[in-house]
């Protein structure tokens, strides 16, 4: 008897873990102003529902509920949201997904989904999850003002490395014409020294052999 009794306390506890409703949310997004922020809640539990509503609550306190949907199997989807937020919904077995857009900074906020199973019986909520933080932020007002400041610098680089660049180039062209005019010089010079009328060296005289002169007179004496 102790022992049937203890099989059927261990029991109970076990089904009703199995009944609960877990859910799942990213613990927190960002969103531009203006902009748009998907929340997709993650849902699991062993019962499936023909009939459940899945609703976007907004502060600590789910003081305020933002959207829902009411999902019959015989008739279409029913969506509803506040007149602060523009929302539109998706969702399949597991998943319902909440998306807002045009999203504004003071909506900045903790935001909690609660899904409920309607039917078939028993009715089942998930507990409180641990919310997901949206934080929208304001766009930056400089930001514009120093993308188009942003370009001086490099223009102003790209404006001296020209100027320098075009320096080198008149240095260059100096240097290469005076090397060329010199060149020039020289060989003009050299051309000069070539016409030039040279003096005649020392010639070598040639000398006779000395031969002594005869007296004929003295012979025909």
Request: proline share 6%; charged share 20%.
């Amino acid at each position: 008897m102790i022992l049937r009794m203890f099989f059927v306390f261990s029991f109970f506890p076990s089904v009703r873990v199995t009944d609960k409703i877990l859910v799942k949310q990213s613990p927190w997004l960002m969103a531009d102003n203006h902009g748009v922020a998907t929340l997709a809640c993650n849902y699991m539990c062993d019962k499936t529902p023909t009939e459940f509503r899945a609703s976007l609550q907004k502060g600590t306190n789910s003081a305020l509920e933002v959207c829902f949907v009411y999902v019959n199997g015989t008739h279409k989807p029913l969506l509803s949201s506040t007149e602060d937020f523009n929302c539109s919904v998706n969702f399949d077995n597991q998943t319902v997904k909440f998306q807002l857009w045009n999203m504004s900074v003071n909506q900045t906020d903790i935001y909690f989904c609660k899904i409920e199973f309607m039917y078939p019986p028993p009715y089942l909520s998930n507990e409180k999850s641990n919310g997901t933080i949206i934080y929208v932020k304001e766009k930056e007002v400089c930001s514009n003002h120093g993308t188009s400041e942003s370009p001086k610098p490099f223009w102003a680089v790209t404006a001296v490395l020209c100027i320098l660049a075009f320096y080198n180039l008149l240095i260059t062209v100096a240097f290469f014409t005076c090397w060329m005019k010199n060149k020039k010089n020289r060989i003009l010079h050299s051309d000069y020294m070539n016409m030039t009328p040279r003096r005649p060296g020392p010639t070598k005289k040639h000398y006779q052999p000395y031969a002594p002169t005869r007296d004929y007179a003295a012979y025909r004496s």
